[in-house]
């Protein structure tokens, strides 16, 4: 019996194929769950730029920048202005790595005042490949509350 167990030098290239095959399909599958892991970290990463010009937007119109002189008036803060009055740093586009460049970008938040006198806020945020922008057939600009990842879609 001690004799039998002494002979055996390793494994067949049989069962090293079949090790390799195996390792092979669990890289694999574990490549694809990453990648929709990195697609749904760069989406959520997209909404929470949009989510960063809202609070922009509130802090210029806190430090008193914008008039609002009757209700159902509205104005348009461009991605531009924010980082230039220094509420909002140039942000960079998760699908791409690249800055947006607030000279050519026409990002954006609107901002109206409601009958009531409160404020309602609603973004359009348009990176190099995806846009943050389609509501309905009604509004372009997505409001504040109803952000989310459903409504990334390609830039047209």
């Not at 922009?56 to 002189?69: I, N, P, S, Y």
Request: negative net charge; charged residues 25%; glycine residues 4%.
């Amino acid at each position: 019996m001690m004799r039998a167990w002494k002979n055996e030098k390793g494994m067949t290239l049989i069962e090293l194929l079949a090790v390799i095959v195996i390792l092979g399909i669990v890289a694999a599958i574990a490549s694809i769950a990453m990648r929709n892991v990195i697609e749904k970290s760069r989406a959520q990463a997209f909404v929470g730029h949009a989510y960063a010009m809202y609070e922009a937007a509130r802090l210029h119109v806190g430090a008193q920048k914008v008039e609002f002189l009757q209700p159902n008036h509205s104005e348009k803060l461009t991605y531009q202005q924010l980082v230039n009055d220094g509420v909002l740093e140039p942000m960079k586009d998760p699908y791409t790595s690249r800055r947006l460049p607030p000279e050519t970008n026409e990002s954006y938040v609107l901002v109206k005042k409601r009958s009531d006198g409160t404020l309602q806020y609603a973004i359009c945020l348009k990176g190099e490949t995806k846009q943050l922008c389609s509501y309905n057939e009604m509004q372009d600009e997505i409001p504040v509350e109803e952000l989310s990842v459903t409504f990334i879609k390609d830039v047209e």
